[in-house]
């Protein structure tokens, strides 16, 4: 069950909405749904604004690495999606980080996953200093 959203995040969103359809030009999406967008109008001498909506809950680490590079102008224009530069047939599809959630990882032992420990199998010995 998700909480409800505050007035402020609405106001929030509303607002973010608006700013990015009177100022930002779409560049592109990704395969998450999030939608890059660049600053219509630069000013000379200044580096452009580049900014990211995200589909769903904001997970900066979401970005796939070709838009993560366009995003801090590390290149100049977002490599196609695919592109074998970053894409390797080994690499997994990413999973968002559940640290503070239910489905957070615990060790065996841990207090909110049982706390039963398998016993020590006899070949530990404490290190004392002489």
Request: positive net charge.
């Amino acid at each position: 069950m998700s909480e409800p959203i505050s007035l402020f995040t609405k106001l929030a969103n509303i607002h973010i909405r608006y700013v990015t359809w009177r100022r930002g030009a779409k560049v592109g999406s990704d395969r998450f749904g999030n939608v890059y967008y660049r600053s219509k109008d630069t000013k000379a001498g200044t580096r452009e604004r580049r900014w990211v909506l995200y589909a769903g809950e904001p997970d900066a680490s979401k970005i796939p690495p070709e838009w993560h590079g366009w995003l801090h102008h590390t290149t100049k224009d977002p490599l196609p999606e695919g592109s074998s530069a970053f894409h390797k047939p080994w690499q997994k599809e990413h999973l968002p980080n559940m640290s503070g959630s239910v489905q957070a990882y615990r060790p065996p032992g841990h207090a909110l996953a049982g706390g039963k420990r398998v016993p020590a199998t006899g070949d530990y010995e404490p290190w004392t200093p002489n």
